[in-house]
């Protein structure tokens, strides 16, 4: 069955360290996206990508990384320049991203934790 | 820029209908999609309005009306299981379909 795998499920991160959270799909979507979603709130885009090896900041894109050098494959990482890191991160993608409104296809997240 | 208003929490019980309202301030404007999520789950897409008017899916009706700058989306036959979040979603302006998201609202269906 074709869907979008997170890894991992729960992650921490020490102090000044940089971690990267793995998002793949074998949907064969053009579009990626990374939303942080905090208690009580709504998702809050981070990073999309329409194409490969093409991507844009989002709203809230200070402190953090991503590369989209395949298709399936969006990984996104969380600096040490990310002073508040703690959130519920999801992945999503769509058939045309930003070029027709397809529905999003979300991962099943990962929670990061600062130790 | 965009900013959708929902409320936070809505209770029903079993068996009832309830709406679950939406109201948008955009510059520019394409159309209204709902989203649910369980609680640490994956958000799943329910519905989309592009056009003014009601769109029915089973159990789930979402309406849009683009003069009053609002949406809603009507749950029937209420189950213990549809308790959950539920977002919705406007696309963003300037020629780009991605969605901005609203704040959500946690939906309680009491037996």
């Known amino acids: ?115 | 820029g965009q900013s959708l208003e929902q409320p936070s929490e809505v209770t029903a019980v079993e068996g009832a209908i309830v709406q679950i309202n939406c109201t948008y301030q955009t510059s520019g404007f394409y159309g209204l999609s709902w989203y649910q999520q369980h609680d640490g789950g994956a958000p799943t897409f329910l519905s989309y309005n592009a056009l003014d008017g009601l769109e029915e899916t089973g159990r789930f009706s979402s309406f849009l009306s683009r003069s009053d700058s609002y949406g809603y989306l009507l749950l029937q036959e209420l189950q213990m299981k549809d308790s959950a979040s539920y977002f919705c979603a406007g696309d963003a302006s300037g020629g780009s379909y991605i969605p901005t998201f609203g704040r959500g609202t946690s939906l309680i269906v009491h037996p």
């Open chain 1, 1 to 115: 069955d074709g869907g979008i795998t997170q890894s991992p499920k729960y992650l921490f991160r020490k102090e000044g360290q940089n971690v990267t959270l793995s998002c793949e799909q074998n949907l064969n979507h053009d579009a990626m996206y990374w939303y942080r979603q905090d208690p009580g709130q709504g998702l809050r885009l981070i990073y999309y990508s329409q194409i490969v090896n093409d991507f844009q900041k989002g709203d809230i894109a200070e402190g953090y990384s991503v590369s989209r050098e395949k298709k399936e494959s969006f990984p996104l990482t969380v600096t040490s320049a990310q002073k508040n890191p703690t959130a519920f991160y999801l992945c999503a993608s769509s058939p045309q991203g930003a070029l027709s409104n397809q529905p999003q296809h979300f991962g099943d997240g990962t929670r990061l934790s600062i130790l």
